[in-house]
């Protein structure tokens, strides 16, 4: 089985990456700054708002599941960029299999218009 993992970096990720390997799972974990530590995955450092970036990384992986542990969750960051903050902690938990960007005026994910 091969797992698609975001937040791979943070505490629950890091968590998921250990077990999911223990399992024998195939897994491409993905992270942003802090690059994960345990053998055995396929890491892959992208920003998760790059709709392009995450699509190709989708398409290339071929994710059985996708198990998102992505967030951001420091209030002070939330606050100081709530565009980050609404497509980590809102857009794409909802949807991580359609495609998020970041734009002047807000997030955007096609075919949810309460964002």
Partial sequence: MTIFLTG?????????ATAFTKSGWTVHAVHNKRKPTQPGLHL????LTDSKELR???N??????????????VPA???ED?????????ALPN???KPIWRTQTGVR???????
Avoid at 8 to 14: Q, T, Y
Avoid at 60 to 73: F, G, H, R
């Fill in 82 to 90: 709530p565009l980050l903050s609404k497509a980590l902690n809102v």
């Fill in 109 to 115: 994910n096609p075919g949810r218009r309460d964002l």
């Fill in 60 to 73: 290339c992986s071929k994710p059985d599941s996708i198990v998102n542990a992505a967030a951001l969750s």
């Fill in 44 to 47: 892959h450092k992208i920003d």
């Fill in 77 to 79: 960051k939330c606050q």
């Fill in 56 to 58: 190709h990384l989708l």
């Fill in 8 to 16: 791979a970096s943070g505490l629950l990720g890091n968590a998921l």
């Fill in 95 to 97: 949807e991580p299999h």
